[in-house]
């Protein structure tokens, strides 16, 4: 029977299961009632409306961090009670298995998850969710449905979808714009799973109830009581997270399509590094030590998702999935360990000089050189020569955001990491290394040569950009051409004014498809209707 065969029957099947799953109006933040100026969304599978009696589950459902035959199942209620999870390789879920998970309580923002294991390589296993009342155990929610497709098994295409920048600059879930509609189009490319390259949330972007654009028509809002200011509190920061899943389109992708989630600056603040206090030219800020408040947004932020938490590192982000013999993916984590923000023209090494930090820089080389699958793609949550300068009120002029810092010439500051990363993979022949990304607001494709760089001490690759979800348009940044970027595609044109609403339809993703006959790759470029904007077919390295 053949892949497409295959896929198509897998899709239907899951579309059946979905429309099976409960609609109606939502809940916002936890143990309160819903404002009456947050509006119902009617039609996503996620939302519950019962008797209020029972518990409710506002966010619907999510799966994530999938690894061979493993996946998080995550769900959040509005009160304390227990999580019970069910799940099957069919969707009438004969023979299926129980699981009496944890206890959402306060402590968590009523959020909870369950680690699925031994589930069956390479098939759909079908889920459903439903929390018990601990005060009353004869009350229970409505059952809210989901489906994964497990990687492995027989050999069949793998794809995978990826973008970032999400209700950002304040435009935020507008209904009668279609709301997060880009979401729809990505689920209409039924991907194995997405890789969220970050900015998740902009908690340090309020959002207000109307913006007038440009024609003199409005943007309309939903609003929340967390999005009308900079988040610093813990609950200010969950509500940001919380404020997303309000969106119909996000819940129903979220149902089908596992995430692979890492975070950029702002679940946290615009270009924000470790250690760093907000200067007085920022006066939205109370809190203004930048430790207090990304340790705020990074427990959000897992309460939030559906992190496999490490036991060992219960705070480490990066981490490395396996989606057998055609592919493993590279999740990075550049601000955790980044050294400050500055001209980053650094000669040698130093801790101002770090992106990575040398323990990540050695796992992501020590994992490449492991790799075994044909593709090895490192999601990083900036682009690697597109220059971005912190244009933040409180920090000095010439300061860099990202990888690059615009000399051109050999490596300097963070460039040195780049260049340590690509020389190790060249002089391992590590094959068949791609680079998503996302954090400027744009969509672009980049071949890296050594033909045309300054630093030659690599082999040829490429880097795909996705982005904005829902967030202002920017760009074109300038080039950095160390590394010898060959910019074969931008989504927007040079000299466009900054920051244009979705209205004008400059939102973009990326789509990727590894044929598991040939083991070729095909990227695409999407624009918020899922039209084709750029597509480059790429053969695997004998």
């Not at 010439?398 to 300097?412: D, M």
Request: include cysteine; aromatic fraction near 10%; glycine fraction near 6%.
């Amino acid at each position: 029977m053949s892949n497409d065969h295959e896929s198509n029957k897998s899709h239907q099947q899951r579309r059946r299961f979905l429309c099976h799953a409960t609609t109606g109006a939502g809940a916002l933040i936890a143990g309160a009632a819903l404002p009456r100026f947050v509006r119902a969304q009617n039609s996503a599978p996620a939302i519950i409306t019962a008797d209020k009696s029972r518990p409710q589950i506002p966010c619907g459902v999510m799966s994530g961090d999938i690894n061979k035959d493993k996946a998080i199942i995550w769900s959040r209620t509005d009160r304390p009670a227990r999580m019970l999870v069910e799940y099957a390789n069919n969707e009438s879920f004969k023979n299926s298995h129980s699981i009496s998970g944890p206890l959402a309580l306060p402590s968590s923002d009523y959020t909870a998850r369950v680690d699925l294991s031994d589930l069956p390589a390479g098939q759909r296993t079908f889920y459903r969710v439903r929390f018990q009342d601990l005060q009353n155990p004869s009350a229970s929610s409505e059952v809210v449905q989901g489906s994964l497709l497990l990687p492995g098994g027989t050999e069949r295409d793998i794809t995978f979808a990826f973008s970032g920048d999400e209700a950002g600059q304040g435009w935020g879930i507008n209904e009668a714009f279609g709301g997060y509609r880009i979401y729809e189009s990505m689920r209409r490319f039924q991907p194995d799973f997405f890789i969220h390259s970050g900015d998740q949330i902009y908690a340090d972007g309020p959002i207000q109830a109307q913006v007038k654009l440009e024609d003199g028509s409005l943007w309309n809002n939903i609003v929340t009581p967390a999005k009308a200011k900079v988040a610093e509190t813990l609950d200010e920061y969950r509500g940001n997270f919380a404020y997303n899943f309000l969106d119909a389109n996000k819940r129903r992708f979220a149902a089908e399509v596992p995430f692979l989630v890492q975070w950029d600056d702002h679940e946290v603040r615009n270009n924000w590094y470790p250690g760093q206090q907000i200067g007085e030219a920022e006066k939205r800020y109370q809190q203004r030590d930048l430790n207090t408040l990304a340790a705020n947004a990074r427990r959000a932020m897992f309460e939030y998702n559906p992190y496999r938490i490490d036991q060992h590192d219960p705070d480490r982000i990066y981490r490395m999935f396996s989606y057998g013999p055609l592919l493993e993916v590279f999740m990075l984590d550049e601000r955790s360990y980044r050294g400050k923000n500055t001209p980053n023209l650094q000669s040698s090494f130093n801790e101002d000089a770090s992106f990575l930090g040398k323990p990540q820089l050695q796992w992501l080389k020590q994992a490449l050189l492991r790799s075994r699958s044909t593709w090895k793609v490192i999601a990083s949550d900036m682009p690697i020569s597109i220059i971005v300068p912190d244009l933040n009120p409180d920090v000095p002029k010439g300061n860099s955001e990202a990888w690059a810092n615009g000399e051109h010439g050999k490596p300097l500051g963070r460039e040195l990491e780049i260049a340590e990363i690509l020389r190790f993979i060249k002089r391992h022949n590590i094959k068949n290394v791609v680079w998503v990304t996302a954090d400027v607001h744009y969509a672009a494709a980049t071949f890296y040569s050594p033909d045309k760089a300054s630093f030659t001490d690599f082999k040829p690759f490429w880097e795909f950009v996705g982005g904005p979800l829902n967030a202002g348009t920017f760009g074109p940044n300038e080039i950095d051409r160390t590394f010898g970027p060959d910019v074969k595609y931008v989504s927007v044109p040079k000299g466009m004014k900054q920051n244009r609403p979705p209205t004008e339809l400059l939102q973009f993703f990326g789509i990727a498809k590894i044929d598991a006959r040939t083991k070729a790759m095909t990227v695409s470029l999407h624009d918020i209707d899922g039209k084709n904007l750029y597509k480059v077919d790429i053969a695997p390295e004998a």
